[in-house]
């Protein structure tokens, strides 16, 4: 189960509270595909194992096959991913399997603004073989889709899913936040009938995080943003993860909720450890241990590819013990960690060595251990970072 | 012998002890200016140049032509700084003829002073009163005072007084030759049984421990057979010498002389200060007077901050004896610590000492408890019990009596700050003895304590509450009953051995509340709620709670936010690193020693 990322960087309309790379001249786009197209040649070769096939007993610099990455998952994200024509996206995704060995029954998500498609547009991704939609609705009120500067109106959030399921798609994702400061209990409530009776597949909930770096905690800084308080966020998360199950949709990650079968693949490659390549300015990919992230500026990383290299910024090498990490903290969070597997992998009996607090956590009904999985409950979800650390303070004891 | 001249010098922290002793190395040419660059030569050790105070003893020899034309050998014993030390003071004081009395011409006498002064002359040594730093311009305002007080203190005349500026060299031949003309030479018999005092002794990697002695009667050679009395050990002498700016080698030493013996000692605690060393064939008929075991004072629990290190811990601990024999340390156990030891100390100033060389040139990373004294128990079954951790003082109903350890303490003050002092000292259950008026602005103040209400923070509370004016002095004076409790904390209603404490009755009430408070401030919130208790016996005085963290996690985790997220955690885990877990309470190091915070 291996995937690939595509970030494609532009939008409308910056919103204040995102911090992932994205700029505004959409008039770059076309550049952009052209550049993208060349970035997954070159990246593919650079992966790609040549394999020495012996023809008749003698060595041949042609009989040279290449065995290309494998994939089962596609996300394409941004920045406003529903920026791209049908056409655009052809392209892209041709040169991908022009490249990359993608499953046939491969998940292929596309990120989209309400505020920026048409039936027309979903059924040209639809054909290009888009089968997974992901819109970023945050909120039915007003107020919040204004303190987010959302460009989509209330009706267009409306329309989002019928309009997807019209074109075609059978897997639909709707995003929503909550913890906004315009936020009461009964808009969140609001917020959330609206979405169950829409029955999207996938509900992901997230709460408002003022990232630095972004307008938002500029206006954090100067006090024209006043967060609700830890308590009355914990509540609303409570409401959250209550609710969406009360209405089928199962928890398996902090904010990640699906209707049975319907868990984002590509969410749980990344949760599940497993590679990924990245293409695209600011893209993150990890490939056996190492992790690259791709230049940020779209200019630099531009320039890189048309002078035919790798566009990355940097790498990391995992250590053994930052894997052990990774993999602890990531499947706590998401759909539960294995400790045999995760002995098998690391060689530490993490159930042994968590013994002075798995007790007390199990009584305090933050985890429950089933066939030796440790997962997080409701009460567990809330307080999920303070338990990876006390795991990772085993790991690194 | 009439031409040896051994002598101390008596000053309180910052009078100018080391900036003279520099002075007189560099005026009788023992040292060159150039070698001066590190001033203060006998504080060596870095600690003791930073605080400014002297813990090991030091000793040197100068060469020095008077004006009556003969060459003279003097010998000049340094003596720690701090009260934690006097026993080391009086040894060192006994090994010599007379003292310098250096008293700073701004500042005028300091309770360590006068305490050391007094035993001086109890000791019979000859005293030069010196005042010190008469260049400084605010002096001139000072001085007719500060002379008078030293006057009204050792009954000398204004003439005898040297006045003297270490600093910028004025008065220093005066000095050197006061110190010929008036200090008697030694006496004593070269040919008698041999009879020396050990007045310091220190570890050396290499050479075992190096033992600095006085010699009172006869000879010491190299190779000679020695005893020491008191502990009872035998030794062959390798080496026999004398302390220039480094050890010179004389092969002999005779009475009235000072220097160094070496002889494969292995342990310093063979080498008791105060013991007298003898030929073990031809032994003198007595030790030297004043020997006494050194006690520690004030315990506390160390412990490693990761109870595997705890091996590591009793090596560095092992190693710090070699060199401060006056540390006692045995393995104990603590429920919220682990396993660790209880030390014991001369005082505060010596266990802080202690904790910082175990940090600094030991790298261990340490957990210590709140410092308590030694009390004397007497049980229903009229048993003796000296209980040093609070935690191991028995059920109340199995205890008839707790006495607690008294000292009395000399405070100097500027008038203006009695009333401060009496209520400081009246808070700490204290009872005036005591004033005497050194001068119109100065009273010096005697005080009954228990040890146990000082050892907390009485003299930062002291000198704070003074603006520095006042200085302390003290000295163990008996046990007494008095109506003492343990106050026990509990976590969650378990109770945390490493916080209990020994408090007496009537104050345990307002101490359980503010240390209540104070434990909140210094737990950080968890994923449980934390009750905090304070209890005597069954009954709890106090209680205080920390809400649970509500929320602590982050909402987006995908591809690019991985290595940041594990960055973050690893961050944070780090930052985590002194919290020691009892029960599913977690507690950061800090507040093993709240106690000594609270106001």
């Known amino acids: ?397 | 012998m009439q031409h040896f001249r051994n002598f101390c010098i008596i000053a309180h922290i910052d009078h100018g002890k080391s900036t003279l002793a520099d002075r007189l190395l560099e005026t009788t040419g023992t040292v060159t200016a150039r070698e001066m660059t590190n001033n203060q030569i006998l504080d060596d050790n870095p600690l003791e140049q930073e605080r400014g105070i002297t813990i090991k003893l030091h000793a040197i020899q100068m060469a020095y032509k008077a004006q009556d034309g003969e060459q003279y050998t003097l010998n000049l014993i340094d003596t720690p700084g701090h009260v934690d030390f006097s026993y080391e003071v009086s040894r060192s004081l006994s090994a010599c003829e007379g003292a310098l009395l250096v008293v700073d011409a701004t500042q005028g006498v300091e309770a360590q002073t006068i305490s050391n002064l007094f035993m001086a002359i109890e000791q019979g040594l000859e005293i030069i009163p010196v005042i010190n730093k008469i260049d400084l311009p605010s002096a001139v305002t000072t001085i007719d005072n500060v002379k008078r007080q030293v006057m009204d203190l050792i009954g000398c005349k204004e003439e005898d007084m040297i006045l003297a500026s270490a600093k910028t060299g004025i008065g220093i031949e005066e000095i050197l030759e006061a110190v010929v003309k008036k200090i008697p030479p030694p006496t004593g018999d070269p040919e008698a049984p041999l009879r020396a005092l050990i007045y310091d002794s220190i570890f050396d990697p290499y050479r075992g421990v190096i033992v600095n002695i006085r010699v009172f009667e006869g000879t010491i050679k190299e190779k000679d057979k020695i005893r020491f009395i008191n502990t009872e050990q035998e030794y062959e002498l390798d080496e026999v010498g004398v302390m220039g700016m480094q050890r010179v080698r004389t092969k002999s030493l005779s009475a009235g002389n000072v220097g160094y013996i070496t002889a494969a000692i292995r342990k310093l605690q063979d080498t008791k200060v105060g013991d007298t060393v003898t030929h073990a064939a031809r032994p003198c008929e007595r030790a030297i007077e004043g020997f006494r075991e050194v006690k520690p004072m004030v315990f506390s629990g160390i412990y490693p901050a990761d109870s595997d290190d705890f091996e590591d811990l009793r090596e560095a601990l092992g190693k710090l004896t070699l060199n401060d024999a006056a540390i006692t340390f045995e393995p104990e156990t603590s429920n919220a610590l682990g396993f660790g030891f209880r030390c014991g100390f001369l005082g505060l100033l010596h266990m802080e000492i202690v904790q910082e060389r175990l940090e600094r040139e030991f790298n261990q990373v340490i957990v210590t408890t709140v410092p308590n004294v030694r009390y004397k128990v007497l049980t229903t079954k009229d048993e003796v019990l000296w209980v040093d951790n609070p935690s191991q003082l028995p059920n109340l109903s199995a205890i008839s009596e707790i006495q607690e350890p008294f000292i009395k303490a000399q405070i100097i003050t500027p008038t203006e700050y009695i009333g401060t002092i009496m209520k400081l000292c009246m808070e700490r259950r204290g009872t005036m003895l005591g004033q005497s008026y050194l001068s119109a602005d100065r009273v010096d103040l005697t005080f009954e304590l228990p040890l146990g209400e000082v050892v907390f923070d009485f003299y930062d509370k002291l000198k704070s509450n003074t603006r520095g004016y006042a200085s302390l002095d003290y000295d163990l004076a008996d046990y007494q009953t008095g109506d003492l409790v343990r106050m026990d904390i509990l976590l969650n209603g378990e109770p945390v051995d490493a916080l209990s404490s020994i408090v007496h009755r009537q104050k345990a009430h307002d101490w359980g509340k503010k240390l209540c408070i104070k434990l909140k401030e210094l737990i950080p919130r968890q994923m449980f709620e934390i009750a905090i208790q304070a209890s005597i016996g069954a009954k709890v005085v106090a209680r205080e709670s920390i809400s649970a963290i509500r929320k602590n996690v982050i909402a987006k985790c995908y591809g690019g936010d991985i290595s940041r997220k594990r960055k973050l955690l690893e961050k944070q885990k780090a930052g985590k690193k002194r919290m020691k877990q009892v029960g599913r309470v977690e507690i950061p190091q800090e507040a093993f020693l709240a106690v000594l915070s609270i106001d």
Request: net charge negative; glycine share 6%; with cysteine.
């Open chain 1, 1 to 397: 189960m291996n995937g690939l990322y595509l970030h494609v960087p532009f939008c409308e309309k910056k919103c204040t509270y995102c911090d992932f790379y994205s700029i505004e001249s959409t008039g770059l786009i076309d550049r952009f595909v052209q550049t993208l197209c060349k970035e997954i040649e070159i990246r593919c070769a650079s992966l790609t194992v040549p394999r020495t096939e012996n023809t008749n007993g003698i060595p041949s610099q042609i009989g040279k096959t290449l065995v290309p990455f494998h994939a089962n998952t596609i996300f394409f994200g941004g920045g406003t991913p529903s920026l791209l024509s049908g056409t655009q996206l052809e392209k892209i995704i041709s040169t991908l399997k022009d490249h990359v060995d993608i499953d046939p029954n491969a998940e292929w998500t596309m990120e989209c603004n309400p505020g920026t498609i048409s039936e027309k547009s979903l059924s040209d991704y639809r054909a290009a073989g888009i089968n997974r939609v992901s819109f970023g609705i945050q909120s039915f009120a007003q107020p919040e889709l204004d303190f987010l500067t959302r460009i989509h109106s209330i009706q267009e959030a409306l329309d989002a899913i019928p309009t997807a399921r019209a074109a075609g798609f059978t897997n639909i994702n709707a995003d929503l936040m909550f913890a906004l400061p315009p936020q009461t209990v009964a808009s969140l409530e609001h917020s959330l009938q609206t979405l169950i009776d829409l029955q999207p597949d996938h509900i992901s909930a997230y709460s408002l995080v003022y990232e630095p770096g972004t307008p938002l905690h500029a206006q954090l800084g100067k006090g024209l943003v006043v967060p609700h308080n830890e308590e009355f966020d914990a509540e609303m998360y409570h409401i959250v993860m209550h609710t969406l199950q009360q209405a089928g949709y199962e928890q398996y990650e902090v904010s990640n909720f699906a209707r049975p079968g319907k868990q984002c693949a590509h969410n749980l490659m990344y949760w599940h450890g497993h590679d990924y390549l990245a293409f695209g300015p600011s893209a993150h990919g990890l490939v056996n241990t190492e992790r690259y992230w791709n230049h940020r500026s779209l200019s630099t990383w531009q320039a890189k590819v048309d002078a035919g290299e790798l566009p990355q910024a940097n790498t990391e090498n995992l250590s053994h013990n930052e894997q052990a990490i990774e993999y602890a903290f990531l499947h706590v969070r998401s759909d539960g960690l294995p400790f045999s597997t995760f002995q098998q992998r690391f060689g530490l009996d993490l159930q042994t060595m968590l013994q002075p607090h798995l007790q007390h956590w199990i009584d305090a009904d933050f985890v429950t251990i089933n066939n030796g999985v440790l997962r997080l409950t409701f009460e567990g979800y809330r307080v999920c970072d303070e338990i990876s650390l006390k795991i990772i303070q085993s790991i690194t004891k």
